[in-house]
């Protein structure tokens, strides 16, 4: 009996120790910091909003691997938009009534993106959108259109202006100055197609016709064939998704010389794939991802679009199902605004925004951003490059 006790003591301590530690170290854990993420993970812009979903996730494991934010993990909420805006705008408030996050990343669309943008401002979420288009960031009334307010709203893609100039300056570079435009009728076309007509005149371009089509249509021969009797120099065409590989197909079945400028939404081997051998020669502004293997060591991205590649394509083997295209570091950059941001202020809502606002000098997939109040997207012409289809593949454009 002596004996037993004499066992049981160190054991007993040993016990206590252990339910002393238990709190101690229930205390130290800190509560994940919740992050809304809200994508096209299915409908019509899925190509786009699935990858953009794992590229979020694979973002989140790198940044917890790492410490988190202060030593918390990030919790990524996440929803489909179906690409729908009623959808999108469902899952914000979701996110800000019953998952209670302290900001969120996309949507997939321009469209998605107008729809919650009222919500965003409302509910004073800092929130990270990975559309292209401009008016999620616009504010106040131009002309007929009131965008209302923005100073809760960020984005990771380049702005449709920067694109358009990028376009713009290549072709007056190449003494093309009488253009044609063809444009999608949803959001995003219509941005697009506003600042072609704004900026062009600023380059001594001269548009000689533009057309409009429905997103969902398969044939823009029509259109294209009014367009071609205007003997423009150049047709640049702004959509995204298959609308954008038919235009190329018809562009090419009607044997117009003048060559097609695709916009910055396009670049990706689905385009290549859908458009098949029209595709050669279509040029395009894209982010550098497309060409990182062109890229000198001197390029400030290169280091961080190497990581982002291999971790995608060797680490997580994403590619085998979403082969790496111009929207994919969309959400890498997205999640690590605000991260950074965050560990700078913590996670208080309005600390996070001040900060994102103030964000200078942070090297993404999608170039190097440098925000302010009156830019919340922060990326110039410099974070774009011209490519060019050759051989059935992305290269530098001449």
């Keep these: 009996m002596k004996r037993f006790k004499l066992l049981a003591a160190p054991a007993l301590c040993l016990l206590l120790a252990l339910a002393l530690a238990a709190p101690a170290a229930a205390a130290d ?25 794992l590229v979020a996730l694979m973002v989140v494991d790198k940044i917890n ?28 408030k979701k996110f800000v009534s019953v998952d209670k996050v302290v900001a969120a990343v996309g949507p997939t669309r321009t469209g998605t993106g107008m729809a919650v943008k009222k919500q965003v401002e409302a509910a004073k979420i800092p929130t990270v959108m990975t559309v292209g288009g401009d008016p999620v960031i616009m504010e106040g009334k131009i002309g007929k259109m009131d965008f209302g307010t923005a100073r809760w709203v960020f984005k990771s893609p380049q702005r449709s ?6 376009v713009l300056g290549y072709l007056k570079a190449h003494g093309l100055t009488k253009i044609a435009l063809l444009s999608a009728s949803d959001g995003f076309g219509r941005d697009g197609a506003r600042w072609v007509v704004k900026l062009a005149p600023e380059y001594g371009i001269t548009l000689v016709g533009s057309e409009q089509f429905n997103p969902k249509d398969v044939d823009m021969k029509s259109q294209l064939t009014k367009l071609a ?24 079945a009607l044997g117009i010389k003048a060559p097609l400028v695709q916009c910055h939404g396009v670049p990706g ?33 290169k280091k961080v679009i190497d990581e982002f590649v291999r971790l995608y394509t060797d680490v997580y083997h994403y590619d085998k199902q979403y082969p790496i295209n111009t929207h994919s570091g969309y959400a890498w950059d997205a999640v690590y605004l605000l991260a950074n941001a965050m560990q700078k202020v913590g996670t208080d809502p309005a600390k996070v925004r001040d900060a994102l606002e103030q964000t200078k000098g942070y090297v993404g997939v999608s170039g190097v951003y440098n925000m302010s109040p009156t830019d919340h997207n922060g990326l110039g012409e410099d974070s774009m490059v011209m490519i060019q289809v050759k051989d059935g593949k992305f290269v530098p454009a001449k």
């Design 29 to 53: 854990k800190k509560e994940p910091v919740k992050i809304g993420a809200f994508f096209a993970l299915s409908g019509p812009a899925a190509s786009i909003g699935a990858p953009t979903k």
């Design 269 to 301: 081997p689905k385009y290549i794939q859908l458009a098949g051998a029209a595709a050669e020669g279509d040029l395009m502004p894209s982010t550098k991802l497309m060409i990182y293997q062109y890229l000198p060591a001197s390029d400030p991205q």
């Design 229 to 252: 009797a205007a003997k423009p120099q150049a047709v640049v065409c702004w959509t995204i998704g298959p609308a954008a590989a038919i235009v190329s197909k018809n562009h090419h």
């Design 65 to 92: 691997k790492a410490g988190g934010i202060q030593g918390a993990p990030i919790e990524l909420i996440l929803a489909d938009t179906e690409g729908e805006p009623t959808k999108a705008v469902m899952a914000f």
């Design 161 to 166: 202006t920067i694109a358009v100039k990028k």
